[in-house]
Structure formats: structure tokens, C-alpha cells
């Protein structure tokens, strides 16, 4: 096979190795944010059933409904994945549950983000002021958006090619 066949990754596979390795990375991350969601999840249960529950004002209430609202959410969303794969099991359909999955699992990335910024704010405005728990909103969000914008433009995602340029630089590949 030429690298053309393999969609020039090199790595010689077909497109239907393809599909099941993007579908078990999928897979792989929405494990991570499966387990985010849950201790989030648990997180949030929890407090209603504390004693001070009680004094949180209207703002703070409606943020962690709101808050629980997103847990539940994450919850479909990530649920969702597995509905899709049972939904096309078998039926020769894996580059479109990789391509459908991909999306929902950046839509569930996305919920729970907001859901981790919206509880640090939450827990600030409690038990600091309501304008720390702002400013940990804002900054829980710009962390996490900045990492995802700025993460992939640093070294460790160039390409193959650019990578083997630099290994032929550094003589370490003929």
C-alpha cells in the first residue's frame, strides 16, 4: 500500500482498521470524561443533602440546578455513544458511528468543561464571595478553552512529516 491508500498516516491500515482504532479512542476519552461526569455527578447530589444547603441564596440555587442540568446532559451525551454503537452493530457502519461519535463527544467534552468551571464558581461563591466565584468561573473556562486551542499548536502536535524532517535534521533517521 502507498501512503495515498492508507490516507498518508503510514501506519498501513485499512479503512476499516481504521474506523474500530478511531472508535476505541473514542472510547478511551469518553472513559475520562465518563468518570469527570461522575464524581461531578456525586458531587452535586451530595451537597443537597447537606445542612447548609439551605442558606444558598436564589443565584447560587439556580446555578446548581443549572449545574446538575449539565451533569444530566453529560450523562446522555456520553450515554449516546453507546446507544450509537448498539444502533450500528454489526451493520458495516463504523466509519459513520466514528464520524457521529467524534461529535458527541466533543459536544460532551464541552458540557463538562462548563460543568467543572460551574462548580469551582459554585464552591467559590459559597464559601468565599460571589465575585470569586465569578472570577473562578472565568478563569476555569479560559484555562480550559485556552488548553484546547493552544495545546495542539505546540510541538507535540506536529505532523509525521514535519517529525521526520527534524529527526533526518537531527541525523537521527536515514
Same mark, same amino acid.
Given at each position: ?8 498516516? $503510514? ?8 474506523? +474500530? ?5 473514542? #472510547?478511551?476519552?469518553?472513559? /475520562? ?13 451530595? /451537597? ?8 444558598? +441564596? ?13 451533569? $444530566?446532559?453529560?450523562? =446522555?451525551?456520553? #450515554? =449516546? ?15 459513520? %458511528? ?5 461529535? #458527541? #463527544?466533543?459536544?460532551?467534552? /464541552? %458540557?463538562?468543561?462548563?460543568? =467543572?468551571? $460551574? ?40 505532523? /509525521?512529516?514535519? =517529525?521526520?524532517? +527534524?529527526?533526518?535534521? +537531527?541525523?537521527?533517521?536515514?
Amino acid at each position: 500500500m502507498t501512503g495515498l491508500e492508507t490516507g498518508g498516516d $503510514g501506519r498501513g491500515e485499512s479503512p476499516e482498521e481504521r474506523a +474500530d482504532r478511531n472508535w476505541n479512542e473514542i #472510547l478511551q476519552e469518553a472513559r /475520562v470524561t465518563q468518570t469527570c461526569t461522575q464524581i461531578l455527578g456525586g458531587f452535586l447530589l451530595a /451537597v443537597a443533602f447537606q445542612p447548609r444547603f439551605g442558606e444558598i +441564596d436564589g443565584y447560587q440555587l439556580g446555578l446548581y440546578l443549572t449545574l446538575v442540568g449539565l451533569a $444530566g446532559l453529560a450523562t =446522555a451525551l456520553a #450515554l =449516546a455513544l453507546v446507544s450509537l454503537h448498539r444502533r450500528y452493530f454489526g451493520k458495516r457502519q463504523k466509519p459513520r %458511528v466514528v464520524r457521529i461519535g467524534s461529535r #458527541l #463527544l466533543i459536544a460532551d467534552l /464541552v %458540557v463538562v468543561a462548563v460543568l =467543572a468551571a $460551574g462548580v469551582t464558581s459554585l464552591i467559590f461563591d459559597f464559601t468565599l464571595s460571589r465575585p470569586a466565584g465569578f472570577i473562578a468561573l472565568a478563569a476555569g473556562l479560559v484555562i480550559t478553552f485556552g488548553l484546547w486551542v493552544f495545546v495542539p499548536f505546540g510541538r507535540g502536535a506536529r505532523g /509525521v512529516d514535519e =517529525a521526520r524532517r +527534524d529527526r533526518r535534521a +537531527d541525523g537521527e533517521e536515514k
